[in-house]
Structure formats: C-alpha cells, structure tokens
Nanobody, 123 residues
Framework: QVQLVESGGGLVQAGGSLSLSCAAS????????MGWFRQAPGKEREFVAA???????LYADSVKGRFTISRDNAKNTVSLQMNSLKPEDTAVYYC?????????????????WGLGTQVTVSS
C-alpha cells in the first residue's frame, strides 16, 4: 500500500508561482512513475505532468513551458513547480503513483492517489 500526501497549494495572483509537493510512503518509490492531475469544479480530472522512474517527463500542452515536474527518490517526494499561473489553472491538484514505472497520462493507469490540494489563481 502506498500513501500519497500533497502539500503546497494556496491562493496566488495571476502571473505568480506555487510549488506543490507530494510525499510518498513505501520503500519502492523510486520504481514508480508519478503524475500530477487536476480537477476544476464541474470538469473531469485532467492530466498535468508525469515523470517516469528514470526521470523522463511529459507535460500537458496547457502547462508546457510553465510547469516543471521533478522527483527526489532519496526523500520519496515528487514536486510540481508552477510558474506564470493563470486563472484557468485553478483546480484541486492530485498526485498519483503508477507502479509500472512508466510515464502515464490516463487516470486508470495510476494505482494510488492522494487526496489533493487546492490551487486558486486570482485574476
């Protein structure tokens, strides 16, 4: 069983930055692919960014060039640095783990989920 706990959400003005962090339990974190998703009110959960066990990354077009995903296997954490935030980035952001270790973009490909952290970007 893997537990994921997100932190770092909050309220920020458009153009600002936030850094999200996800702490994972378990001794096999380094083998997991990790991802960030977000869900705005009334919308489906959508892919934001992913990182494989080997450090390969993939981003949604909507965040490419603004967000950066990274991982620290020694600390069992994955982070999402969000710059140049826009009001449309407002959502609950979820961390997810894929035990296959690969880059994944679909919700069904992930085995474990955190409870989410709210990010609100004001205009």
């Amino acid at each position: 069983q893997v537990q994921l706990v997100e932190s770092g959400g909050g309220l920020v003005q458009a153009g600002g930055s936030l850094s999200l962090s996800c702490a994972a339990s378990g001794r096999t974190f380094s083998r997991y692919g990790m991802g960030w998703f977000r869900q705005a009110p009334g919308k489906e959960r959508e892919f934001v960014a992913a990182i494989s066990w080997s450090g390969g990354t993939l981003y949604a077009d909507s965040v490419k060039g603004r967000f950066t995903i990274s991982r620290d296997n020694a600390k069992n954490t994955v982070s999402l640095q969000m710059n140049s935030l826009k009001p449309e980035d407002t959502a609950v952001y979820y961390c997810a783990a894929n035990t296959g270790g690969t880059i994944a973009t679909m919700t069904w490909e992930f085995d474990y989920w955190g409870l989410g952290t709210q990010v609100t970007v004001s205009s």
